[in-house]
């Protein structure tokens, strides 16, 4: 069983992988691993669209437990680290995917946008709630995915876990300690 809500962890790990370029290889396979993953979430239904819940049947094939997408952020946010760190074409490809799939789905004539009660079903059904992440992830992350590095550029801006840009303080840098571990020292 994986949640959309795991899509995020692949951002988490390609973050872990700058961080700590001695584990680098082993945070970047695990964070590919997740983008394609949650990208398979998308593909195997009608719309486009990720479900809320996918089931893994003989530890390989997924098939939806919850149906419903209710705009949630999570994949284009580790698709948006992936980009930045690899420059690999084919998460900007999956954004685009994304991105068609809820113009064609989730806007709704109000001018609005707004879930779908099942993402395997069409025509679809849309639910009546915009959800507030939607505009302050969902659209920010897909947004970041295809402007250029400078808007926002990851060495000075750190994404908190609601996609808000903090300006990372260069006064304190982590120190190697002797043991391999780390501490921090204010400069």
């Given at each position: 069983?994986?949640?959309?809500?795991?899509?995020?962890?692949?951002?988490?790990?390609?973050?872990?992988?700058?961080?700590?370029?001695?584990?680098?290889?082993?945070?970047?396979?695990?964070?590919?691993?997740?983008?394609e993953t949650?990208?398979?979430?998308?593909?195997?239904?009608?719309?486009?669209?990720?479900?809320?819940?996918?089931?893994?049947?003989?530890?390989?094939?997924?098939?939806?437990?919850?149906?419903?997408?209710?705009?949630?952020?999570?994949?284009?946010?580790?698709?948006?680290?992936?980009?930045?760190?690899?420059?690999?074409?084919?998460?900007?490809?999956?954004?685009?995917?994304?991105?068609?799939?809820?113009?064609?789905?989730?806007?709704?004539?109000?001018?609005?946008?707004?879930?779908?009660?099942?993402?395997?079903?069409?025509?679809?059904?849309?639910d009546d709630?915009?959800?507030?992440?939607?505009?302050?992830?969902?659209?920010?992350?897909?947004?970041?995915?295809?402007?250029?590095?400078?808007?926002?550029?990851?060495?000075?801006?750190?994404?908190?876990?609601?996609?808000?840009?903090?300006?990372?303080?260069?006064?304190?840098?982590?120190?190697?300690?002797?043991?391999g571990g780390?501490?921090?020292?204010?400069?």
């Amino acid at each position: 069983k994986m949640d959309h809500l795991v899509c995020f962890a692949g951002g988490m790990f390609m973050l872990a992988a700058q961080e700590w370029p001695e584990s680098r290889p082993k945070w970047e396979v695990l964070a590919k691993g997740l983008g394609e993953t949650c990208h398979d979430m998308y593909k195997a239904t009608a719309t486009g669209l990720g479900p809320e819940i996918v089931d893994f049947l003989d530890g390989r094939d997924l098939t939806p437990r919850s149906w419903k997408y209710i705009l949630r952020p999570e994949a284009a946010e580790t698709w948006f680290y992936l980009w930045r760190f690899t420059k690999d074409q084919r998460w900007r490809d999956y954004g685009w995917e994304m991105l068609q799939a809820l113009w064609k789905y989730c806007r709704v004539p109000s001018g609005g946008f707004a879930g779908v009660r099942n993402v395997s079903r069409l025509p679809v059904e849309n639910d009546d709630l915009m959800q507030s992440f939607f505009v302050s992830e969902t659209l920010k992350y897909l947004y970041l995915l295809f402007d250029d590095e400078e808007a926002l550029p990851l060495e000075e801006w750190v994404l908190s876990t609601e996609a808000h840009p903090f300006k990372r303080k260069r006064s304190t840098q982590p120190k190697r300690q002797a043991g391999g571990g780390r501490h921090w020292e204010r400069g």
